[in-house]
Each structure stands twice: as structure tokens, then as C-alpha cells.
T-cell receptor, first 108, second 114 residues
Framework: TQLLEQSPQFLSIQEGENLTVYCNSSSVFSSLQWYRQEPGEGPVLLVTVVTGGEVKKLKRLTFQFGDARKDSSLHITAAQPGDTGLYLCAGARYKLSFGAGTTVTVRA | DAMVIQNPRYQVTQFGKPVTLSCSQTLNHNVMYWYQQKSSQAPKLLFHYYDKDFNNEADTPDNFQSRRPNTSFCFLDIRSPGLGDAAMYLC?????????????FGPGTRLTVT
């Protein structure tokens, strides 16, 4: 059983469109991280959110941590082909647990 | 630049032939992790070292072993690889301080078993 559920599993959009990826759990996390993984490479940490209700922005990427610290979302504005990759959320309790990931493809 | 390095990037081994994957880090982090990742799946933690203390996940097969001779290096040994062990193997590090457990990954080793 996956502790963290990510949706959608796959997402294909046109360059310039917006997208949102969701990460949900019934468990409370002390922090939550988002990683991006490109084919054949290891995951790269994008952001860590710690406080319930926290919103962090990283250029065109907006990350939100739910008030109850059980869920998170990643929103990308005006997606570019360089945003293509596998997006993984990971929740921290006494260790890090990964979601199954969302594969995002941005078509030029 | 401080980083996590994995060698080789691609490894082909025969069914049942022992193989060793290596990981080194220049971040001087206390914790080193080994993950197995199969296609379109989440990374699965196999074990980790906190300094010299080894922590095995309950569902990690005995076929997988690890060594950490010093702070910088960590090895993953697969004693008798089966076809089901073909996967990407990721090494990661973290500072070891309490939460948020931010982890820094190497580029991975893609293991093929023939």
C-alpha cells in the first residue's frame, strides 16, 4: 500500500499550458518534498514544505502544503518542454516515503 | 561542486553472478541510502547507513548487502542477481539532522541481468 498517492499518473500538455499535480495521504507528515527526475537520472530536490498551509514559489512552479499536512500540490504555469520529467512527492515522518510519481510531458 | 557520484552508470551482469555498485559523496553527509527503482515506480528504500550504523528495511531480500568503509563511500552488493533485480539503483545522502530529511541523489546505475 502506497503511503502517498499521486495523481494523475500521466499528464501530457502543450507548451504554454498550466498543470497541477496532486499528492495525497491519510497520514500527517512533518514535511513534504518534491523532486523531479529526468529519464536515466536521479531525482533532484525542488522544494521542501514544512508548515501547514505553506506556499512556496520557484519561478513558474508553485508548491502548496495542505493545512493538515496530509497533502500537497505542485502547479506549473506556462509549462515548457524543459519541465518534462517524473515528479515525485515524498513525505517525511520518521523516514521519507515516496509517491509513485507523475510523468509530465510538455509538447513543443 | 559537492555531489553524489555513482559508478558505473550502466552495469550488465549475468543471472547469479555477483555484482557491486558503488557510490561516493563529497557532501560529507552522515547518512547514505540505497534505493531500487523500477520503471514508472517510486524509489524503494533498501537500506541506509547513519554513519557506521546499518539500517535494513524489513522487506529487503537477503540477496542485497551493503558496505560503508568510510564516510565518503558506500557499496551495494547483489550476491546472486535474478532477472527481477534488473532496475535503476539510486544512491542518496542526507545530512542526518532531523526532519526534513532532504536527500541528494546520484545519477543512478541501470542494472541489466541477462
Amino acid at each position: 500500500t502506497q503511503l502517498l498517492e499521486q495523481s494523475p499518473q500521466f499528464l501530457s500538455i502543450q507548451e504554454g499550458e498550466n498543470l497541477t499535480v496532486y499528492c495525497n495521504s491519510s497520514s500527517v507528515f512533518s514535511s513534504l518534498q518534491w523532486y523531479r527526475q529526468e529519464p536515466g537520472e536521479g531525482p533532484v530536490l525542488l522544494v521542501t514544505v514544512v508548515t501547514g498551509g505553506e506556499v512556496k514559489k520557484l519561478k513558474r512552479l508553485t508548491f502548496q502544503f495542505g493545512d493538515a499536512r496530509k497533502d500537497s500540490s505542485l502547479h506549473i504555469t506556462a509549462a515548457q518542454p524543459g519541465d518534462t520529467g517524473l515528479y515525485l512527492c515524498a513525505g517525511a515522518r520518521y523516514k521519507l516515503s515516496f509517491g509513485a510519481g507523475t510523468t509530465v510531458t510538455v509538447r513543443a | 561542486d559537492a555531489m553524489v557520484i555513482q559508478n558505473p552508470r550502466y552495469q550488465v551482469t549475468q543471472f547469479g553472478k555477483p555484482v557491486t555498485l558503488s557510490c561516493s559523496q563529497t557532501l560529507n553527509h552522515n547518512v547514505m541510502y540505497w534505493y531500487q527503482q523500477k520503471s514508472s515506480q517510486a524509489p524503494k528504500l533498501l537500506f541506509h547507513y547513519y554513519d557506521k550504523d546499518f539500517n535494513n528495511e524489513a522487506d529487503t531480500p537477503d540477496n542485497f548487502q551493503s558496505r560503508r568503509p568510510n564516510t565518503s563511500f558506500c557499496f551495494l552488493d547483489i550476491r546472486s542477481p535474478g532477472l527481477g533485480d534488473a532496475a535503476m539503483y539510486l544512491c542518496a545522502t542526507s545530512s542526518g539532522a532531523s526532519d526534513p530529511y532532504e536527500q541528494y541523489f546520484g545519477p543512478g546505475t541501470r542494472l541489466t541481468v541477462t
